[in-house]
Every structure is written in structure tokens, then in C-alpha cells.
């Protein structure tokens, strides 16, 4: 229920098309020019996916903070956290349904490749793709919870998710392959799940096999869960401790 309240509250949010659907679009039109001349076959369809990607990272990093700071503007973020229900069982849902809005950006991205660039839409493993978008939307949402927690603590967090937008984009290889980087800069795609929900969505349309990077999606979706619940219930308690829940 509390996923399903988030998920609709966040479609009526104009920031939230914004960046799920228009700012998706409109990084995927210029890579689509830049790509467009390529001859290697299936270039376009490449670039809807890392796009759509794009912007369910967007989505769940702004959005988990952002749900933090919107009730910490209406003062009920004490009234939440001290309420009966563990606030990691209130946040979680929250983080999960940011993470699922940006289903809009795949489909924007691919609908607005196809009619207007013609990028072909044939994915050669189609159950495959079934479960490898709704595996990275989990561990992305599972990240965003780990994210979150630093909001309950700082008040100036949103800075700090400003900050990552375009350094994971980067580091995950959505539109750039990891192999036109600095070699250093692959470890750092290893531990985040954007990049292997990435390389089981082209797997999955390629003809490759995507249940390698599917469980390495889903096992660091598991992971981030334990660490977002270990940092929220030391943060919420350090927050009470310090008297940063408001913004007085």
C-alpha cells in the first residue's frame, strides 16, 4: 500500500515527468545524433536503454532524498520517525516506488527512438528482459534507501545527490562503455547495480545472458538493504541525538 501511495503521488509531480520522461528524452536525442552514423548494428537501440536508465537513476536519487526533505519542509519527519512503525519499514516502500516511476523513462525513450529515429525495438530475449527490468528497479530502489538514510541526518543532503547524477551515469557505462574510461573507473562500476542492470538489459535485447547480471543485480539489491537498514537506525538515532530531524 505505502508503494502504491508513493507511486501515484509521484505521477502527479511535474519535476518527477521532468526528469523521468522529458530530460531522458532529450539526452537520448543528441546521443541518437551522435550515434546515428554509426554502422554497428543495434547502436540505436543501445543508446534508448542507457537513456531510459538514465533516468530511473535520476528518479531514485531524487526522489528518495527528496521525500525526506519534502517532510522535513512540512515538520512531519519527527512525527514519522516517531511513530510506532520502524521508519525503515515507512521509507522503504517510498524508495522502491522513486525507482519504479522511472519506468516512464525506458518507455520514453524507446517510443520517442522509434518513431522519430527509427531504432529497432527487437529483442531477442524477451523473458529475459521481464525480469532483468524489474530486478534493476528493485536494486536501484534498494540503493536509493541506502541514499535516503543520509537525508535523515543531514540537512543539506540534497547537495550531495545533486552531486551524483552525473558521476554514476558515467561510472556505470549507461551511455559510455566502461572501456572508453580510465581503467580505474571500472572497480567503481562493479559495486553499484545500475551497471550490471545495464548489462542485463543489453544482454537481454542483444542475444546474450543476462541471468549472470541479473543475480549480480539482485545480490547487490540485498546488500544495499542491509546497509541502508544499518545506516538509517544509526543515523536516525544520531539525528535524534543532535536535533537535525527539523530545520530549526
Known amino acids: 500500500m505505502g508503494w502504491l501511495f508513493h507511486l501515484k503521488g509521484l ?12 530530460q531522458p528524452v532529450i539526452f537520448a536525442s543528441i ?10 548494428e543495434g547502436t540505436l537501440l543501445y543508446v534508448a536503454l542507457g537513456a531510459g536508465l538514465m533516468g530511473i537513476w535520476s528518479a531514485t536519487l531524487f526522489g528518495s532524498g527528496g521525500a525526506i526533505q519534502w517532510q522535513r519542509w512540512q515538520g512531519t519527519l519527527e512525527l514519522i520517525v516517531g511513530a510506532p512503525p520502524p521508519f525503515f519499514a515507512v521509507l522503504l516502500p517510498l524508495t522502491v516506488a522513486t525507482s519504479t516511476i522511472g519506468v516512464y523513462s525506458v518507455v520514453a525513450t ?4 522509434r518513431v522519430f529515429f527509427a531504432a529497432p525495438l527487437d529483442f531477442t530475449h524477451p523473458a529475459q528482459l521481464a525480469v532483468a527490468l524489474p530486478a534493476t528497479i528493485v536494486s536501484l530502489g534498494m540503493l536509493g534507501l541506502l541514499l535516503a538514510s543520509t537525508f535523515v541526518l543531514y540537512r ?21 562503455p566502461l572501456t572508453l574510461l580510465p581503467a580505474w573507473v571500472e572497480p567503481i562500476g562493479w559495486i553499484l547495480s545500475p551497471t550490471w542492470g545495464m548489462r542485463a538489459i543489453r544482454e537481454a535485447a542483444f542475444g546474450g545472458n543476462a541471468w549472470p547480471e541479473i ?15 544499518l545506516a538509517l537506525r544509526n543515523f536516525e ?6 536535533a537535525t530531524l527539523s530545520l530549526t
Do not use: I, K, Q
Not at 524507446?110 to 527512438?113: Q, R, Y
Not at 540534497?158 to 561510472?171: K, R, T
Open 11 to 22: 505521477t502527479h509531480s511535474l519535476f518527477f515527468v521532468l526528469v523521468s520522461v522529458l
Open 31 to 40: 546521443a541518437f545524433f551522435m550515434f546515428e552514423s554509426g554502422s554497428r
Open 110 to 113: 524507446l517510443v520517442w527512438g
Open 156 to 176: 543539506n543532503a540534497n547537495a550531495f545527490s545533486n552531486l551524483l547524477e552525473y558521476p554514476v551515469w558515467l561510472a556505470t557505462g549507461l551511455l559510455v
Open 215 to 229: 543475480a549480480l543485480c539482485l545480490g547487490l539489491g540485498v546488500v544495499y538493504l542491509a546497509l541502508g537498514a
Open 237 to 242: 538515532r544520531l539525528a535524534r541525538s543532535r
